[in-house]
C-alpha cells in the first residue's frame, strides 16, 4: 500500500475504482487493459488492485464492433440505433484467475510438480525402478496414470515396487521387465520383447547406476560400472530409438550426477583415451569410474539431443541431488558412512532436486525441481 500511497492512488473509496488519468479499455477479444492518459502508457493490470481482467461474454444480441474514419474503435447497438466508445462487455468483467507457471523449489513435492497432469495416454519405462530414485519417479508416473514399466535386473525386487504402487493407488498402471543393463544380451532382449509389444514409448528414463562396485568384468568384458551406468542405457535407446521417433513427442532422460565434473577422458597424451572407460583391474578406481560414467552420460545425453530432437525426441542429462540417501552407496562401507553422515543435511527421498545440462556450454541448469514425496 506505501507505493500506492506515495502515487497518490490509495484516496480512492473502491478498490476497483481507478486513480485519476487511467481509463479501463479491451481488446477486441475482450482482455481487460488499462491505459494511463498521463503518462502515456497501457498494462494489463489494474493500477490499484493489480489484477488482469477479461469480459465475461460476448457483445449482447444487436450490438457490433466497429471502427470509425478516425480508427477508433466503437460499439454500435442496432437494435436501439446508438453508439458509444465504451466496450458495452466492461460492465461485467472477470477476473482472470490464468494460473501462472508455479516455481518449484526445495521443498516442493514431484506429486506437485505432475499436479492435474493426466499421463494416461503415456508410456513410460524407467530404468533400476525398483529402488531409490527410478522407484519414485515410476511411482510418481503412475499415480498420474501413465502406463510404466520397472525395467529392473532383479524380478522379484521389481515386482515387489510394483505391488507397492498398485498398493497405493489399486488402477496404476505398472508392470516389471527384465532388464539387466550388465549384459548386452539382455538389453538386446528387453528391447525385443518390448518392440514386439507395439507399444509407443513417450520417456525413457535412463536412471539405473552402481556407485564404488569392486573392479568386474561383464559378461561382455567389459568393466561393470561403465557399462550399467553408460553402455548398457546407450545400446538401449539405440535399439529403441525407432519407437521414440515413432512416439514423438518423446523425450529420454538421463540422469547422471554433479560429480561427472571431477573426471575427464583425457589420457597422459593429452587426447580422448577411450581405454580409459573400462579400464583394467590395476588402474581401476571405482569412483572414478562412477564419474566417467556419468561423464560419458552428458556427452551422451547432449549427442542424441542434437540428433533426435528435429524428430521430436528431445534428451535432457540431470542430476537429482548430492549424497541423497538410496542404496547407491551400499557396495562400499566408507561410502554408507559418508551418506549416513550426510543424510540429514541432505535431500532425502522425499526432496529431489531435477537439474538439466545445457546442451551447448554443458554447464548445468535447473529446469525443474523435482521433489519425490
Ligand atoms: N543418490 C544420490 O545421491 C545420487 C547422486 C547423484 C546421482 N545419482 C544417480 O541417480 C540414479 C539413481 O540412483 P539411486 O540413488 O536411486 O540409487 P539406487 O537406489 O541404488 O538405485 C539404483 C538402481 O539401479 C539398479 N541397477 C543396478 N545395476 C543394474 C543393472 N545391471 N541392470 C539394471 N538395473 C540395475 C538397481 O537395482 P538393484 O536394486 O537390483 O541393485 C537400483 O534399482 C543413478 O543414476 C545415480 O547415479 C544419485
Redesign the pocket.
Same mark, same amino acid.
Given at each position: 500500500m506505501a507505493a500506492l500511497k506515495y502515487s497518490g492512488m490509495d484516496d480512492t473509496d473502491s478498490e476497483d475504482e481507478l486513480p485519476p488519468g487511467w481509463e479501463e479499455r479491451s481488446t477486441t477479444d475482450g482482455w481487460v487493459y488499462y491505459a494511463n492518459h498521463e503518462e502515456m502508457k497501457t498494462q494489463w493490470e489494474h493500477p490499484k488492485t493489480g489484477k488482469k481482467k477479461r469480459c465475461a461474454g460476448a457483445l449482447l444480441y444487436g450490438w457490433e464492433q466497429e471502427t470509425d474514419d478516425k480508427g477508433q474503435i466503437l460499439y454500435v447497438d442496432h437494435i436501439n440505433k446508438r453508439s458509444t466508445f465504451f466496450d458495452p462487455r466492461q460492465a461485467f468483467t472477470v477476473e482472470d484467475l490464468q494460473v501462472k507457471p508455479k516455481r518449484y523449489d526445495g521443498n516442493s513435492t514431484a506429486l506437485e510438480v505432475l499436479h492435474a497432469r493426466d499421463l494416461s495416454d503415456r508410456v513410460v519405462l524407467v530404468?533400476?525402478? *525398483?529402488?531409490?530414485?527410478?522407484?519414485?519417479t515410476a511411482r510418481s508416473f503412475a499415480l498420474h496414470g501413465a502406463h510404466v514399466i520397472l525395467? #529392473?535386473?532383479?524380478q522379484s525386487?521389481?515386482s515387489k515396487?510394483a505391488s507397492l504402487i498398485m498398493e497405493e493407488w489399486r488402477k496404476a498402471r505398472v508392470e516389471a521387465m527384465p532388464?539387466?543393463?550388465?549384459?548386452l544380451r539382455?538389453v538386446r532382449e528387453f528391447a525385443e520383447i518390448f518392440k514386439a509389444r507395439k507399444l509407443p514409448l513417450h520417456i525413457l528414463v535412463? *536412471?539405473?547406476?552402481?556407485?564404488t562396485q569392486p573392479w568386474n568384468l561383464t559378461e561382455d568384458g567389459l568393466e561393470?560400472t561403465f557399462?550399467? #551406468?553408460h553402455l548398457?542405457h546407450f545400446y538401449l535407446v539405440q535399439l529403441l530409438q525407432d519407437v521414440l521417433r515413432h512416439s514423438a513427442p518423446a523425450r529420454v532422460v538421463v540422469?547422471?550426477?554433479?560429480?561427472h565434473r571431477f573426471t575427464d577422458l583425457v589420457g597422459s597424451c593429452g587426447k580422448v583415451e577411450l581405454s580409459l572407460l573400462s579400464p583394467p583391474q590395476k588402474e581401476y578406481w571405482s569412483m572414478l569410474a562412477?564419474n566417467r560414467?556419468?561423464l560419458c552420460?552428458i556427452l551422451f545425453s547432449n549427442e542424441l539431443h542434437r540428433r533426435m530432437s528435429p524428430h521430436g525426441v528431445t534428451c535432457n542429462a540431470l542430476?537429482?541431488?548430492?549424497?541423497?540417501?538410496?542404496?547407491?552407496?551400499?557396495s562400499w562401507w566408507l561410502m554408507t558412512l559418508l551418506?549416513t553422515f550426510a543424510r540429514p543435511f541432505?535431500?532425502s527421498?522425499k526432496v529431489r532436486m531435477f537439474i538439466r545440462v545445457n546442451h551447448f556450454t554443458g554447464s548445468w541448469k535447473v529446469i525443474h525441481l523435482v521433489i519425490l514425496s
Open positions: 530404468t533400476g525402478a *525398483n529402488s531409490g530414485i527410478g522407484f519414485e525395467a #529392473c535386473r532383479n525386487r521389481a515396487a532388464l539387466d543393463l550388465a549384459s539382455s535412463c *536412471n539405473a547406476a552402481v556407485c561393470t557399462q550399467i #551406468c548398457g540422469v547422471s550426477s554433479e560429480s562412477y560414467a556419468k552420460n542430476h537429482p541431488g548430492n549424497m541423497m540417501y538410496t542404496s547407491i552407496h551400499r551418506f541432505t535431500k527421498m
